[in-house]
């Protein structure tokens, strides 16, 4: 059973720093992609941070380009999300996901994840 758990949200003042944590267990191939999203009030979910296993290429949405930075280790199956200079806009539930494909991980990022966790509340009070 594949599993992601979520840690690191809550409550941060505008331009404040948060670093998200994903820890995931029970995937058994080599290859994949892990992301993050986010979905706030009345909104979809959005991909705005995805890293591939492989390469350890990323993508990043243009909401965050330059704010907020995806990492892994591989050897602790943890994917990292550093949000910087936080905005009131990026207040969301935050979820990390997995996907079962060696691609581009823009193209997860786009369109969704196999796995989901439960997701960790971010708010950011201006």
């Known amino acids: 059973e594949v599993q992601l758990v979520e840690s690191g949200g809550g409550l941060v003042q505008v331009g404040g720093s948060l670093r998200l944590s994903c820890v995931h267990s029970g995937f058994p191939l080599p290859d994949y992609t892990l992301g993050w999203f986010r979905q706030a009030p009345g909104k979809k979910r959005e991909g705005i941070s995805c890293?591939?296993?492989?390469?350890?290429?990323?993508y990043y949405s243009d909401l965050v380009k330059g704010r907020f930075t995806i990492s892994s280790d591989n050897a602790k199956n943890t994917v990292y999300l550093q949000m910087n200079d936080l905005k009131p806009e990026d207040t969301a539930v935050y979820y990390c996901?997995?996907?079962?494909?060696?691609?581009?991980?823009?193209?997860?990022?786009?369109?969704?994840?196999?796995?989901w966790g439960e997701g960790t509340q971010v708010t950011v009070s201006s």
């Open positions: 996901g997995l996907d079962n494909a060696k691609v581009d991980p823009k193209i997860p990022c786009n369109y969704g994840m196999d796995f």
């Open positions: 890293i591939s296993s492989s390469d350890s290429s990323t």
